[in-house]
């Protein structure tokens, strides 16, 4: 079984970051991850990351990437199932069953975007339902799509969609959207939006690909003919899983101190999983900074834990 110093799990900015300082400390370490870039890659215009005037998020977080792995993280794709806390150290097990022993733990694996939960959306993820407007958007040039949800990150998706496809459906399941009113301004005045309210997801269908798209209400039900749905409608921790080991929120954030430590002694947490307050690229970076520094002190002898109670 291979030994590690350091497992990060997650490899957006808080994660890619803590593996720049644990590998410039020397120690061997892996990023165990589903995908890279985290949630940076859903932006397509960063204009407040220090050093960058404007910056795509994609191109930010393959620097970052980049950076990580000339200082020599290993990266393992993989879901991290369990966690098992050893006289010394922990072992790491994957869903695939492969196991990893080390000596300290970075969580920094952030938020993952909510699923509508209806039939279909699983068969066709990835093949017209997607949950990345940024990544995708250019696939559908003169093409039709649904975008479900009414928070900023839905209308900002159909803005773009616009820019690639001959129609965009935006669907609310309330009358309100929640996104900026700047945001909703703009909106009702493009002409390749149409807007349909109080409208609930039903049904993703398809052959190889997606090709409808139903929607029911109260009162009535329609099939709309799409080429891709995107799947805007917010995110959730998933940290259940976690809850034997680490102290979290009611709303399921890890809870940590001021230096990255959670109430397991060798597991620290950063970024937007964690209660820092301010979700933002920067801050998940100085974070995942911070826990590097911190599982360098805690394998070099400062084992001290905070005190929960
Ligand atoms: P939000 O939580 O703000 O909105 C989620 C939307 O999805 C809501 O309209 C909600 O409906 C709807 N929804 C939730 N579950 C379902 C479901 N099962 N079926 C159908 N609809 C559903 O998430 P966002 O991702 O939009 O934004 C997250 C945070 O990030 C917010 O604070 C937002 O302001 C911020 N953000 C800021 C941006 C910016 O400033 N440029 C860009 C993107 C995000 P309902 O309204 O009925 O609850």
Redesign the pocket.
């Known amino acids: 079984m291979e030994n590690y110093d350091v497992i990060i799990i997650g490899a957006g900015a808080a994660g890619l970051t803590a593996a720049i300082y644990t590998c410039r400390k020397k120690l061997k370490t892996a990023i165990i991850t589903l995908d890279i870039g985290g949630q940076t890659m859903l932006t397509n215009h960063i204009e407040n990351y220090p050093g960058f005037d404007l910056i795509p998020g994609p191109e930010l977080m393959s620097k970052f990437e980049q950076q990580a792995s000339k200082f020599g993280a290993e990266m393992i794709m993989g879901e991290v199932e369990l966690i098992k806390k050893k006289k010394i150290g922990f072992t790491v097990e994957l869903k695939n069953k492969e196991t990893y022993d080390t000596k300290t733990i970075i969580l920094a694996f952030g938020k993952t975007a909510?699923r509508?939960?209806i039939p279909g959306e699983d068969k066709f993820f990835g093949r017209g339902v997607s949950t990345c407007a940024t990544c995708d958007a250019p696939f559908y040039k003169e093409k039709t799509v649904a975008v479900?949800?009414?928070?900023?990150?839905?209308l900002?998706a159909a803005e773009l969609l616009t820019q690639f496809a001959k129609k965009v459906y935006l669907i609310?399941?309330?009358n309100e959207?929640?996104?900026?009113e700047v945001t909703i301004e703009k909106i009702k005045k493009m002409k390749k939006i149409e807007i349909l309210l109080n409208w609930?997801?039903e049904e993703v269908k398809g052959d190889k690909f997606v090709e409808s798209f139903t929607i029911k209400n109260a009162k009535d039900e329609k099939t709309l003919k799409v080429d891709g749905v995107f799947v805007?409608?917010?995110?959730e921790l998933k940290t259940d899983w976690l809850k034997s080991l680490v102290n979290l929120t009611d709303s399921g954030e890890i809870k940590i101190d001021e230096r990255c430590r959670t109430s397991q002694a060798g597991i620290f947490a950063a970024g937007d999983v964690t209660t820092v307050p301010f979700k933002q690229t920067v801050i998940s970076a100085g974070e995942g900074a911070k826990a590097g520094l911190e599982s360098y002190k805690y394998i070099k002898g400062d084992t001290t834990a905070i005190d929960w109670k």
């Open positions: 909510r509508m939960n479900i949800g009414g928070g900023n990150s839905a900002e609310h399941r309330r959207f929640r996104a900026d609930l997801p805007e409608i917010g995110y």
